[in-house]
């Protein structure tokens, strides 16, 4: 078996390969497979598993990409994703993906999906809408038939017919998948020194763009190592991250945070991943129906999720509780309207229960922590010399 490091390396290259090398060479091996960008956050890869296709997260270009031409697509007041992300369709990165998912979760995404159509990219273009009514014969069903719809244009393309069969293997897939990134994190919770934040960052990264059978062979064998007492304790705060559920923080960031006294126990940072909270029913005859529960039911809380039966801060309250943290960090994008708009209300709830908390702003492509590691230091030490 491969060594913890060789692994962990092996992932950060595949989770920051800009053009998608695995996937493409997985594409090339038989004519009916298709690659399907899909856009952050959650978007039911079990329906394209199903239909011989491989979902492709694509997260923008980080500090890896240089923008040049992407600015002149969009105004400086908004986030820096989308850049990222039309840099890389204009450098050709993400030629040979078939199609593009854009789940709707705020107007950024949903121009992005624009100006993909404009510039003519895939040979389908799909905003894919949520639910906001979670009534399975309101909200269910028009979620099935969003479903469908991206289901239809893969058929366009391949040619391949989508059975319950083949259906419930992906959700099992998918289900074992969410189960063992959940096993690195119960590990982390109790013993964070065995595996840094930065290295789950590119473990859980790297699922984004390879087959989800060879992602749970390299989870399989991370946890055959972090399951052994390895590493040696270091006094830090436990906390939470979140706000980075979308432009994902530059891996510096993440090593600042730890390196400035804090364990990284819980984040958002690639929450699709981690979206469906517990299994999904992978023996149903409507396999269609099951994901569609799972989103109505079983949903982590998000920003982009209208949540007024089961508000997020008490979920946030709740998660915090369950990971025995010391802290919370607010992490947004800059100009990041929908984890923004959300921070007053989590902050709020933050003081009501007396949680300590700190907020700052980044961007995929920050270069400088100075500001941020001494900001997470003085957070860091104040709860171990005070509390
Ligand atoms: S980072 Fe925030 S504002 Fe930007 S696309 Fe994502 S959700 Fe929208």
Known sequence: MKSLIEIISKC?????????????????????????????????????????????????????????????????????????????????????????????????????????RFLKKGKFVKYLDFPQNFQAHIGGEFYISEMNHVLHEIKAINNVEVTAEKLNHSISLFNKNRKLIEEIYNIRQDAPWRLTAADVYHIVRAGYVIPVEEHNEILEQILVHIRQNIGEPVDKIKVLVMGAFCEQPPVGLIKTIEMAGCYIVEDDFLLGARWTQGDIDSSSKQPLNSLSNAYLNKSTFSSSVYDVHNPKEGRLIKLMKERKADGIIFAAPSFCDPALLDHPILQKACNDNNIRYISFLFSENTGQFKVIKEQVGTFSDSIKLWD
């Open 12 to 116: 950060e290259e595949l989770a920051f390969d800009l053009n998608f090398t695995r996937a493409k060479e997985w594409k090339s091996q038989d004519n009916t497979r298709v690659l399907v960008g899909y856009m952050p956050i959650y978007f039911p890869r079990e329906i394209v598993h199903a239909a011989n296709g491989l979902p492709v997260g694509i997260l923008g270009g980080g500090d890896r990409k240089q923008i040049i031409k992407g600015d002149a697509y969009y105004q400086s007041y908004i986030c820096h994703m989308p850049r990222g992300i039309i840099e890389l369709a204009l450098d050709n990165h993400l030629e040979g993906i078939d199609g593009f998912v854009f789940p709707s979760i705020c107007d950024v995404i949903r121009n992005l999906s624009g100006m993909f």
